[in-house]
């Protein structure tokens, strides 16, 4: 090849040359031999610090260079050169095979090697993060075998494709690993074991590269065409190569779907060719970008079509919703236009606005999207991340755009997702920005409106309160549609439709008892119910399936365990952790258990039976009673027995110094119980949140007082409190309101006295089988001994005898007689005769 300039010039009198004079010299490339740089770089700081680099690296490298080359042995049968590690590997596979090897060699002056992602102490330091992602990191021994010199550009080639890259050294300890930057090896997908070689094929220069967008879309600009030049300047590149681009914060990402070559102009490598390996060069066609080559990004309508053809979600993937999808459907159709209308309208003009809303999780941009699908016509997806911009106009400028591509594809869909956060609820505090957007929004909305385009408006979001009022009103999105949570039998339905793609062993009833039992899971809580027991059937087979070969299937006992740490998504804020508290573990009371079994677990279990007799089942239930007598213990056993989700409120956290802010957390605890219902809010020491009005001037304007008004209203107000149960106790019946005590709000009023006999008899029997007591104590003398006590009290004998025997003896294995005689003297019964009698007074009065 004839070269236009001599070859003694240096090199970066060459690159300044080549960028002033660009249009002026020939497009031919020419690259230095040896061991001179021959990366040309698009900034000049790039080739002085590689030159730079080099000029002190040759020196320091030699020695060691010399070092690590005596680590390399030659295989004298098939000429292949390897590590001494590798050695032992090599001769049971000798002659290695070239397409699929097990261990790393060097062959013909190609590294068979494996990429390995390289660490910040591998990477050359004061160099661009974009320049690392173009590096391929190999030891300095490796690049001299393989006759590569510093800053050459090699061929990384995968079973994925092959990559151009740029050679550099360094000291791993591994002389055969192959680096690149943990992005290069995502980007591309360059995994498991490569070969590396040097580039010494012919280069096209590329006239027009079309690229299309993978992930994030951005629309084309200017701006971005000249970050695709300057970014990509005199790289190479083949078909299907990937890169990413810096576009404001975020790594725009791209696939090279063709390129238009010059004809005219080719550029090579000069004397390389005597060197060229036919059997192991790449025989893709490579490209190099100059600045004047054009970048197109693929924005058509054939990607559009193509991603319209993928079906993401439809109809029959979506369970539960049946009613309420057909609905939304007969909507949009209507819009559409895909429905016969009624004659002689005069310019009537049907809504075309549709508002999906639900709690987070439950499926509205899924029956979103299978509604689209089912429709099958042009639709366009708005996201506010996507459009919102902080230059001055540019949002609306988008949504412009957006609008104006719908009406040119109509019929289409317009779907914004989550539409609170695009333009919020106006407010003293909403900045100009949200309001010019929500003016935009409207403007668009009533243009849509008031003609007969055939364009449907669908919009989500799971606050519905934070949504403007101005957009909701007829004429703009008054179809409003409730995604609501699914009862049990939505539930059976979305869980058969999961398990339809996964394989399993459960039977109907199984389904039946899963849905029965996952109380205020949504559908997305049901698929995390579901990948969660995939886990722990990969668990349970993963030995079992090495020594019997059976693959994984899933059991109802995978979806037991997955119910212990799976809780519905509305729960998370205010769940708490119980321990496992069954019935049995409560000593008597057999009194109270039924009546809350009839308040909580006969509406659930049986709710036929309520409407045959036309009543409704019980509000609350209010457990009154002496301290210590198991009434907290009680309600953590009635949420475990009865699977229900349990809120416990704490009286201190509704207070608030802010006006307003205690009824509003009322408001959410039993919003949030409503989310999940069937649940349980149990509120201990009721009587310190809903105490006895007092009759003082400033009657209403107490904390205290107003919490109390907001409970009624929850309990008894226009909103229905649906399959939410109140558990209160109080150790204070007396100082409680009288209003709350009505039928209707705490409907069932419950004593729970001292235990008698029989119930002191179980609870030492229940504390007393896992204790290592000696025969000679006896429970029914202990029973005797404890007239008058609270079940704690019984509980804290039984603590104190434990440690007065290890007092005496830190390795004592048994508790004896002399130990509770010591405990007994010391716990003393702590309920005076004045609260039992205000008690017995308590319920002559009201009982």
């Known amino acids: ?66 070092k690590s080359l005596s680590l390399w042995v030659t295989c004298e049968k098939c000429q292949c050169l390897l590590t001494q590690t590798e050695l032992t590997v090599h001769e049971a596979n000798c002659p290695p095979d070239f397409e699929h090897w097990n261990h790393d060699f060097i062959y013909k002056s190609t590294l068979y090697g494996v990429v390995e992602a390289c660490t910040s102490l591998e990477q050359p330091k004061n160099v661009p993060e974009r320049t690392l992602d173009d590096m391929v990191f190999v030891s300095q021994s490796t690049l001299q075998l393989c006759e590569i010199a510093i800053a050459d550009r090699v061929l990384v080639i995968t079973r994925n494709g092959t990559v151009v890259k740029t050679a550099w050294p360094t000291k791993d300890k591994r002389l055969t690993s192959v680096g690149l930057t943990k992005h290069a090896i995502e980007l591309n997908n360059v995994h498991g074991r490569v070969k590396v070689e040097k580039f010494h ?108 053809k993928k079906v993401k979600y439809k109809l029959e993937d979506v369970g539960g919703y049946d009613k309420v999808i057909q609905d939304i459907k007969d909507v949009i159709k209507i819009a559409l236009g895909l429905y016969p209308t009624l004659e002689n309208l005069n310019n009537f003009f049907i809504n075309k606005g549709i508002l999906l809303y639900g709690p987070a999780g439950v499926g509205k941009s899924i029956i979103a999207n299978a509604l689209i699908t089912e429709c099958g016509v042009h639709f ?31 019929p ?30 409207i403007a668009l909305f009533d243009e849509i409106q008031n003609t007969n385009i055939k364009i449907a408006i669908l919009a989500t979001t799971s606050k519905l309160d934070l949504v403007d009022g101005s957009l909701r009103r007829p004429g703009r999105i008054d179809k409003e549609f409730e995604i609501f949570v699914p009862s049990p039998n939505m539930r059976a339905e979305i869980l058969k439709k ?60 995978d979806f037991e365990r997955a119910l212990t740490v799976s809780k519905p998504s509305a729960m998370k804020e205010v769940l708490i ?85 205690s009824e509003k957390a009322v408001r959410e605890v039993f919003r949030k119980a409503r989310q999940v219902s069937p649940s349980i809010v149990f509120i201990d020491e009721i009587d310190a949140l809903g105490g006895e009005r007092s009759s003082s001037s400033n009657g209403g304007s107490n904390v205290q007082e107003r919490v109390l008004a907001q409970l009624l209203t929850e309990l008894d107000g226009i909103t229905a409190l649906g399959s939410v149960t109140l558990v209160a106790a109080t150790n204070r019946p007396d ?83 002399e130990h509770f005689k010591a405990a007994l003297a010391i716990i003393t019964p702590r309920t005076p005769a004045s609260l039992i009698n205000l008690y017995n007074d308590y319920m002559n009065k009201v009982l």
Request: hydrophobic residues 35%; glycine residues 4%.
């Open 1 to 66: 090849m004839k070269l236009d300039r001599p070859i003694n010039r240096s090199f970066l009198n060459m690159s300044f040359k080549f960028r002033q004079n660009r249009d002026a010299i020939e497009p031919n490339i020419t690259f230095l031999r040896n061991r001179t740089c021959s990366l040309l770089l698009s900034r000049q700081e790039d080739s002085q610090f590689l030159l730079l680099k080099y000029s002190r690296m040759s020196s320091k490298t030699k020695e060691s260079g010399r």
């Open 201 to 308: 094929s012919s280069v096209n220069i590329a006239k027009e590269f079309i690229i299309s967008s993978v992930g994030k879309r951005i629309r084309p600009s200017s701006e971005l065409d000249v970050i695709l030049k300057n970014h990509n300047e005199n790289k190479i590149f083949t078909v299907n190569n990937k890169f990413s681009v810096p576009f404001y914060g975020k790594r725009l990402i791209y696939k090279i779907s063709k390129v238009l070559p010059d004809e005219s102009k080719t550029v090579d490598l000069p004397g390389q060719f005597e060197q060229m390996n036919i059997t192991s060069q790449s025989h893709n066609t490579f490209y190099i970008a100059l600045y004047n080559t054009k970048w197109t990004i693929l924005d058509d309508e054939e990607e559009e079509e193509e991603e319209q």
């Open 380 to 410: 366009v997806t708005i996201y506010s991340s996507d459009v919102y911009s902080k230059t001055l106009g540019e949002t609306e400028k988008k949504l412009q755009d957006i609008f104006a591509e719908a009406k040119a594809k109509a």
């Open 412 to 441: 289409s869909i317009v779907l914004i997702e989550e539409i609170d956060s695009l333009c919020p609820k106006r407010s003293n505090s909403s900045t100009d920005h949200e309001r010019r957007v929500l003016s935009q929004l």
């Open 498 to 557: 999961l398990l339809a793609k996964m394989p399993n062993s459960l039977s109907e009833e199984n389904v039946t008892s899963i849905a029965f039992v996952t109380h205020g899971f949504v559908g997305a809580d049901l698929y995390g119910l579901c990948s969660q027991a995939i886990l722990n059937a990969l668990k349970r087979n993963q030995t079992s399936s090495i020594s019997t070969g059976c693959s994984s299937i899933v059991t109802y006992f």
């Open 577 to 661: 952790e119980l321990p496992n508290v069954r019935w049995f573990d409560i000593g008597g009371q057999k009194d109270l258990k039924l009546k809350l079994k009839q308040a909580v677990e006969w509406p659930l279990r049986h709710p036929e039976a309520f409407s045959r007799m036309g009543i409704n089942p019980p509000r609350g239930v209010l457990m009154f009673g002496p301290p210590g007598c198991s009434k907290t213990m009680i309600a953590k056993a009635l949420a475990t027995e009865s699977r229900v989700n349990f809120l416990n409120v704490k009286g201190p956290e509704l207070f608030s110094k802010w006006v307003g802010e």
């Open 735 to 817: 100082k409680i309101d009288k209003a709350l005590l009505r039928p209707g709000r705490l409907d069932r009023i419950i004593y729970v006295p001292l235990p008698d006999y029989e119930t002191r008899q179980e609870i030492f029997q229940i504390k007393l089988r896992n204790m290592p007591i000696v025969e000679d104590v006896q429970i029914q003398d202990l029973v005797d001994l404890t007239e008058g006590y609270s079940g704690a009290e019984i509980q804290a004998i039984c603590h104190e005898a434990a440690m007065k025997a290890l007092e005496e003896d830190l390795n004592a294995t048994a508790i004896t007689k």
